[in-house]
Structure formats: structure tokens, C-alpha cells
């Protein structure tokens, strides 16, 4: 009988945690969905830019981006939303350390596929 009096307390605890937590995780996805919007009007700056030189400096800030999406996909506890993330970071590295203009491009435009490919993700992951 003691048992069963200790064991509602318990199920009630457990589950104020998990409502609690899963509102935080709700907290992380929009804040990263937020930033998408932002890093998407970054990528089509990129895309018309001209100069080699301010495409190496947007893609560096646009690498930081993909990092915070990482991290903020993982606390949301979105793993298909995490993986892309991980693409849209190896995408801007890879338009970091282009060579030259047409392969940064390249690079940006497969950035940007994987970004709305992570906006969708986090949406689902609401």
C-alpha cells in the first residue's frame, strides 16, 4: 500500500518534467526557426554579391549561423533538423574555403537548399 501512495507522487513529478522540458525544446526550435529567416536573406546576399572577397566574409558569418542552428536543433531535440544543420555547416565551409568565385557559389546555393531543408525540419519538430 505504501508503495502504491509513493508511486502516484512519482508519475506526477515525471510528467511536470517532461511537460516543462518539451516547452524549453518548443523554445530552442523557434528561436532557431527565427534565425533561419535571417541567415536565408544572408545566403541571397550572397548569391548576388559580385565580389570574392565579401562572399568569403559572408559565408565566414554564415558558417557561425550554421553552428548556432547545430546547437540549438540539438537542444531542441530535433535529430533530422540537426543532421541538415550539419550539411548547412559543411556547405559554408565549403564556401569559406573556395578556390574560387563559381565554386563558392556552388556551395552557397547547396547552402541554401539544406537551410530550407532545416526550416522545414524544425517546423515538424515544434
Not at 526550435?29 to 570574392?52: E, G, P, Q, R, W
Not at 550539411?87 to 537551410?115: P, Q, R, S
Amino acid at each position: 500500500m505504501k508503495k502504491l501512495f509513493l508511486l502516484t507522487p512519482c508519475k506526477i513529478l515525471i510528467t511536470l518534467y517532461l511537460f516543462t522540458s518539451s516547452s524549453a525544446y518548443a523554445e530552442n526550435c523557434n528561436m532557431a526557426l527565427n534565425n533561419i529567416t535571417t541567415i536565408l536573406k544572408t545566403i541571397d546576399k550572397a548569391l548576388v554579391s559580385k565580389d570574392f572577397d565579401q562572399m568569403s566574409e559572408i559565408t565566414e558569418s554564415l558558417k557561425m549561423d550554421a553552428q548556432a542552428i547545430i546547437n540549438a536543433s540539438d537542444q531542441c531535440a530535433c535529430d533530422t533538423a540537426y543532421y541538415s544543420a550539419e550539411k548547412m555547416f559543411e556547405d559554408a565551409d565549403g564556401a569559406y574555403l573556395a578556390e574560387d568565385f563559381n565554386e563558392a557559389i556552388t556551395f552557397v546555393k547547396a547552402l541554401k537548399i539544406h537551410t530550407e531543408l532545416v526550416k522545414t525540419q524544425l517546423k515538424v519538430c515544434q
